[in-house]
């Protein structure tokens, strides 16, 4: 394709942040966008690579070089290169590019580690910092159900069956519904915080 053919970088996120605001993606979801694809369109403004054209595998394999030089950890540098995948696919999808830039670059591997769980001693570390019995019992629900903060937040108290144990997660980690489970020490951590 031409380079005056070419949309220009910038012109071809807007549009693919606006398909995404138009399917109802998250606000982390976009924030997540922002973080991973602006500063590599950032990088091609300043070496003069303005238009869509102008990026070539090359210049992508040098650029996620240069994110492990500054030793991101490999989950970033892998999601950074599935963001900017997902980019080029769009820009492919919506005939702004020809074939995607990414399609011969490899994503780079994530290190395999198990994260570290809670020790009891970390555990009893967070009870015991705890000021009031609210305090509790909200870190016993978290640790029992493993439940993000903002899925916490927008809980409401018909989501909690206290007989059954049940907690309906409405609307979580992307859009999805689902059901935890409490134990008898939170129930009873929860009806003392009440």
């Known amino acids: 394709m031409p380079q005056q053919q070419s949309p220009k970088i910038t012109d071809a996120y807007k549009v693919y942040r606006l398909d995404a605001q138009a ?11 922002k973080d991973r694809i602006e500063p590599f369109i950032k990088l091609c403004e300043t070496q003069d690579k303005p238009y869509l054209a102008d990026i070539t595998p090359t210049i992508l394999r040098a650029y996620l070089i240069s994110l492990q030089d500054r030793n991101l950890s490999s989950y970033t540098v892998n999601g950074i290169a599935r963001a900017l995948k997902a980019f080029f ?8 590019l020809a074939d995607s830039p990414m399609r011969r670059v490899s994503i780079p591997k994530v290190d395999k580690q198990i994260l570290p769980a809670f020790s009891i001693d970390d555990a009893q570390k967070l009870l015991a910092a705890c000021k009031s019995r609210r305090d509790e019992a909200i870190l016993l629900f978290m640790l029992d159900t493993g439940t993000r903060a903002t899925e916490f937040i927008n809980l409401n108290g ?3 069956d206290i007989e059954t144990g049940n907690v309906v997660i409405c609307q ?3 859009r999805k519904d ?8 939170v129930k009873k951590a929860l009806m003392r915080s009440l």
């Open 89 to 96: 696919n769009f820009c492919v999808s919506e005939e702004l």
């Open 178 to 185: 689902r059901i935890v489970y409490i134990g008898a020490r």
């Open 23 to 33: 399917r109802r993606v998250t606000k982390s979801t976009l924030g997540t966008y």
């Open 172 to 174: 979580g980690k992307g």
């Open 158 to 160: 018909g989501d909690i």
